[in-house]
């Protein structure tokens, strides 16, 4: 076995080793395995939303889309959801924490099974599944990319190998172990690129030499050059849009140990946005300029690793796989605590213990990982589905900013809402020309709004449990406008 291969296999036992190392708190309870105790600091919740982000559509989805269609083909992506880091923590941080607190809350779904229904909470996690599955598989395609180019690895080994290291390091260590795990791959990850770039920047006399000579006709280095307003709309939008509806974001808000915290960990994720545009830029720059003529812009990033770096392009590929994976080792634990806390206990097994819940969400992410290898080996494009796991859901914005503030909304409003939303936009998307006329986004985004306030309107109010539950979000001052109103709101 080569060196390279040496070293990748290296950095798999590592991650499995961190994740065992944090097993044995892990299995104490669903909070500890899926909360890591309701104790991350700010950094640890940081590195858990970037990372969540700067896998395969940062490292491999923005750099092969902008090699060859210009800087803003790819860098849109990347502002995006930094610019949803900082909604989050204006709206929904100090909100949901303060809700996760009073409630015991454990997934973001537990809210609407709450302030809806349990019929609601299935509705969503169908679709929630479909959502993370396709977000899995294209950390999948990029981590096989990556190992059949630098290693050899054929391509449907890479998909499952790499499914399976996530599978075991996720289901022993929990999110504590997986976001350690996120943090080393982190910084790893960070440093590489930012060598590489400095190396770059060195063999090709500086950017300011690179960009006056080096680059290819026609290629366009502006953040806005050869994109009209609409085209960046709709770029930048559903990778905003998807904070509200993000998972796993919410579930690393409720793990925060006070709101302080919850608050301060979402700026500091948009900081370190920052960096990641900024040297994802030069980045670019450096690939398009020192590594011209290849045949897959996906490859750009390792290409031109191998070609700077060649005594340390191991180590950061490995980074950059293990990237890749702690993307989807959210989308793993976050499936698994929708379905064991949301699905399985309240609709199948009302009396499981807390153990019994552990293990069938252990259970869960066999078949998660199975799914998500599958769609893998069936798709194209990395940064089409990173878009389409984010425009899926984010249709489904209006059901929870109504579910939030407007207390006339209903159960039947909801997954009406949802499913509207949901199904318009697959059946746009799908007929060819309508989404020449109108993004299926907006088409998705339009119904849903509708749905929800027209059913909502046609049936019966919520009760008093049902919107108390969401006090706690609404109001600074919950428990004494609990105690003093005995009516539910018109």
């Known amino acids: 076995m080569s060196l390279d291969g040496i070293i990748v296999i290296a950095f798999c036992v590592l991650m499995i080793a961190i994740g065992y190392f944090y097993s044995k708190r892990a299995q104490k309870s669903t ?70 607190d009073a409630r015991g809350t454990t997934t973001f779904v537990e809210i609407w099974r709450n302030r809806f229904s349990p019929k609601f909470s299935a509705v969503w996690a169908v679709f929630q599944t479909i959502q993370d599955c396709a977000y899995c598989a294209g950390q999948v395609i990029a981590i096989a990319l990556i190992l059949d180019m630098f290693v050899g690895v054929p391509y449907q080994f890479g998909c499952f190998g790499a499914a399976f290291v996530i599978l075991i390091y996720v289901s022993m260590g929990g999110m504590e172990g997986s976001l350690k795990n996120t943090l080393l791959q982190m910084g790893l990850t960070f440093i590489g690129i930012v060598i590489a770039v400095i190396v770059g920047f060195r063999a090709g006399g500086g950017l300011t030499n690179m960009l006056d000579n080096q680059l290819p006709v026609g290629w366009e280095p502006g953040v806005f050059a050869g994109q009209s307003v609409g085209s960046i709309i709709k770029l930048w939008v559903p990778v905003v849009l998807v904070a509200v509806t993000y998972n796993a974001e919410y579930m690393r808000t409720f793990a925060a140990k006070d709101r302080k915290t919850a608050v301060a960990g979402g700026w500091l994720s948009a900081a370190i946005t920052v960096f990641v545009v900024i040297f994802t830029a030069c980045g670019i720059i450096v690939c398009v300029t020192q590594a011209p003529g290849l045949e897959s812009g996906d490859y750009a990033l390792i290409y031109m690793l191998k070609k700077l770096l060649p005594w340390g392009a191991p180590f950061f590929v490995a980074a950059i796989l293990s990237a890749c994976m702690s993307t989807c080792s959210e989308a793993y634990l976050g499936n698994s605590a929708i379905f064991s806390q949301d699905v399985y206990k309240p609709l199948l097994r009302p009396n499981a213990s807390d153990q019994e819940c552990l293990k069938v969400g252990r259970i869960y992410m066999v078949f998660f990982a199975i799914l998500s290898c599958l769609i893998a080996l069936q798709s194209g494009s ?72 027209a059913v909502s309107l046609a049936t019966p109010a919520p009760t008093k449990e049902q919107l108390d539950y969401i006090r706690p979000f609404q109001r600074e001052d919950w428990e004494k406008f609990e105690t003093e109103k005995t009516s539910v709101d018109p």
């Open 31 to 100: 909070e500890d395995f899926y909360l890591a105790g309701r104790k991350n600091t700010a950094l640890m919740i940081a590195a858990g939303n970037v990372m969540g982000w700067v896998g395969s559509g940062t490292l491999i989805g923005a750099y092969g889309n902008s090699y060859f269609g210009g800087l803003s083909a790819g860098i849109w992506y990347i502002i995006g959801f930094g610019c949803s880091f900082i909604l989050f923590a204006v709206v929904f941080a100090a909100r949901s924490k303060r809700l996760g």
């Open 382 to 453: 990395v940064l089409d589905l990173m878009y389409f796991a984010c425009e899926m859901l984010s249709v489904c914005v209006p059901v929870f900013i109504c579910g939030f503030w407007w207390n006339r909304t209903t159960t039947q409003g909801g997954i009406a809402g949802v499913i509207g939303g949901c199904l318009s936009y697959f059946a746009w998307s799908f007929i060819p020309g309508l989404n020449d006329i109108i993004a299926a986004l907006y088409v998705g985004l339009i119904v849903s709004a509708i749905v929800v306030v």
